[in-house]
Each structure stands twice: as C-alpha cells, then as structure tokens.
C-alpha cells in the first residue's frame, strides 16, 4: 500500500486508483454510488482468476463444467471457489477470468431475482433473457455475443474445444447423459493434465426441462506414469 498523498487518492499496488478508473477486462463499465458521485471502475490487472470452463448441449438439456481453483496470480491459492451458480429455475452461469467480475454479475442477477420475485406476476426469465442481460451489462453494445453447440473459454478453447466439437458437434440431439458425463469428465481430465492454472477438483451442472443440478466438487482418476 502506497501512502504517499493519501488526502489525493488510494493506491494499492498501483494497480487500483480510485482517483481514476477501475477496469474489469476492459469489457465492464459500472458505475455505482462510492459515497461523493459516481465514478466509474475498471481493473486492467485481474490478481484472482479461474480458468476454462466449458458447456454443451445434448439430448436432455445443456452441461456446464468448471474447476473449483481461484489463482492469486500464478500462485493456486483458493481452491473451493464455485464459478457456476444459478439463476432462475433453468439457467445457470459459469464465468471464467476475473473471479471479482464473477461476483458482481451474481451479485446482479440476485438483485435482478429479487425483483422478479417480487413482482409474482407469473412470468421467469428464461436462458435468451438472460443471455440479452449479460449482453447488455457486459459489452454495452461495444462487442459481441454468439451462441454454439459447444463453447469453451480460455486454455479450454485450444485443448478441450476440439474434444467437444469431435464428441458433440452435429449430435447434440443423441447424446445421452452418461455419454455428457463422460466427455465432462474427459475434458477436465485433459484442462488438469495441461493447464498449469486448473485444478483436479470441479463442478458440474446439468440444466433440463425439469430445471437445474450442480454436482458436489469431485475430481477424475489420472494416470501420470504413462
């Protein structure tokens, strides 16, 4: 911590200036009341992230998968933190990079739940509207969404993508449950083996016409003698 004009503005690290901006991966721009005015923030420099995490569709609804590590730079200091968390009756979200971005969209989606609770009028945003909000909230028209049958973020674009698009890819619609699980467990099996940032410890969540599951965090066997 850096005391030097204390009076002016607080600089920890001299990563964040409250006299100035904080940055989250340049993507989010909030502002919120601090106390005289709003500021807005962003954080340039990210110090505790989460790696890959991946979702696909199958025959019965949509997986997600995502490890339970939060990395404090390179170090793997947190390692129960939950990236997937529900919103609603049938969505859920998992999030990758900034865990702090992570936090303040549920934090958002619980007040926004709230209100639609309250409201009781019947109607739940569903997985589009959701979709259309985090659009919104995250790239304010500065960027772009898309949709897939398959998506990986990260690391996970380049080891555990092709797994997904060679095992799900044009059969989205055969694909059983135990054969999703299994190519969950597979992928994450890979991300542990050649992802220095991921952890043998992970959740996943299952999301249905009958709504939504997220598994305990469990881990997969691994063979290193090979």
Same mark, same amino acid.
């Given at each position: 911590? +850096?005391? !030097? +004009?204390?009076? !002016? ?11 100035? !901006?904080?940055?989250?991966? +340049? ?13 807005? $923030? ?18 019965? #609804? ?17 390692? @129960? ?20 971005? &992570?936090?303040?969209?549920?934090? &958002? ?33 500065? #960027? ?22 060679? @095992? ?17 467990? !597979? ?13 043998? $410890? ?7 016409? $009958? ?16």
């Amino acid at each position: 911590m +850096n005391f !030097n +004009n204390f009076n !002016n503005f607080i600089n920890f690290d001299n990563n964040i200036n409250f006299d100035n !901006n904080i940055n989250f991966n +340049n993507n989010i721009n909030f502002r919120e009341n601090v106390g005289v005015g709003n500021v807005t $923030k962003q954080t340039t420099q990210p110090i505790v992230t989460g790696t890959s995490i991946i979702g696909f569709k199958y025959r019965d #609804g949509v997986m997600l998968a995502a490890d339970n590590l939060a990395s404090y730079g390179s170090l793997a200091r947190f390692k @129960s933190v939950e990236r997937i968390f529900p919103v609603g009756e049938f969505t859920c979200i998992a999030g990758s990079g900034d865990i702090s971005d &992570l936090q303040y969209v549920k934090h &958002l989606f619980e007040s926004l739940m709230i209100k639609e609770y309250y409201i009781n009028d019947g109607h739940v945003l569903a997985a589009p509207h959701i979709h259309e909000y985090l659009h919104q909230v995250l790239y304010d028209l500065k #960027g772009t969404t898309y949709k897939s049958s398959s998506i990986a973020t990260g690391l996970g674009r380049q080891l555990m993508l092709p797994l997904l698009r060679k @095992s799900i890819d044009g059969r989205e619609d055969e694909v059983t449950e135990e054969e999703a699980i299994e190519i969950v467990d !597979n992928c994450m099996r890979v991300s542990y083996y050649r992802d220095a940032r991921s952890l043998n $410890k992970f959740q996943r969540a299952k999301i249905t016409a $009958k709504g939504f599951e997220i598994t305990a965090p469990y881990s997969v066997d691994t063979v290193w003698n090979e």
